[in-house]
C-alpha cells in the first residue's frame, strides 16, 4: 500500500487549499477508511478526517467541520481534503493514512497505528 500526499504550501489565513491523496496497492473501492492526520510542531497528531471509500460515509473533528470537507475519487483513486477559512494554527504537516477498519469508529480508533501512512505534506498558514 502506498499513499502520496500532494497540495500543500503556505497561504494567508483565511485563504484555501485542497490536499490530494493518491493511493495504490490495495482496492481503493472496497471498504477501506481514509483519513487525514495532522502534527503540529511540539504537538501531537490529530485526527482531522476520514472517509469510507466505499459507501462515502464521512467522520470530521470538531474544528475540521464547517471548513474542511473530505471526498474520494475511486476514478483516480484519490481521497482530497478541501481546506477553507484557514487559521494560522492550521499549519501542520499533513497525513494520509488507509486503514481496515469501521468508519463510524471514527479518527481515535486504535487501528490507525498499524495502517498505511503517507509521508506527510507540510501546510502552513501565515498570519
Known amino acids: 500500500v502506498q499513499l502520496v500526499e500532494s497540495g500543500g504550501g503556505l497561504v494567508q489565513a483565511g485563504g484555501h487549499l485542497r490536499l490530494s491523496c493518491v493511493a495504490s496497492?490495495?482496492?481503493?473501492?472496497?471498504?477501506?477508511?481514509i483519513g487525514w492526520f495532522r502534527q503540529a510542531p511540539g504537538k501531537g497528531r490529530e485526527g482531522v478526517s476520514c472517509?469510507?471509500?466505499?459507501?462515502?460515509?464521512?467522520v470530521y473533528a470538531e474544528f475540521a467541520k464547517g471548513r474542511f470537507t473530505i471526498s474520494s475519487d475511486s476514478a483516480k483513486a484519490t481521497v482530497y481534503l478541501q481546506m477553507n477559512s484557514l487559521k494560522p494554527e492550521d499549519t501542520a504537516v499533513y497525513y494520509c493514512?488507509?486503514?481496515?477498519?469501521?468508519?463510524?469508529?471514527?479518527?481515535?480508533?486504535?487501528?490507525?497505528?498499524?495502517?498505511?501512512w503517507g509521508q506527510g505534506i507540510q501546510v502552513t498558514v501565515s498570519s
Open positions: 493514512a488507509a486503514v481496515d477498519i469501521d468508519t463510524s469508529d471514527g479518527l481515535g480508533h486504535e487501528g490507525w497505528a498499524s495502517g498505511a
Open positions: 472517509i469510507n471509500t466505499y459507501d462515502g460515509r464521512t
Open positions: 496497492g490495495f482496492a481503493f473501492a472496497a471498504d477501506y477508511t
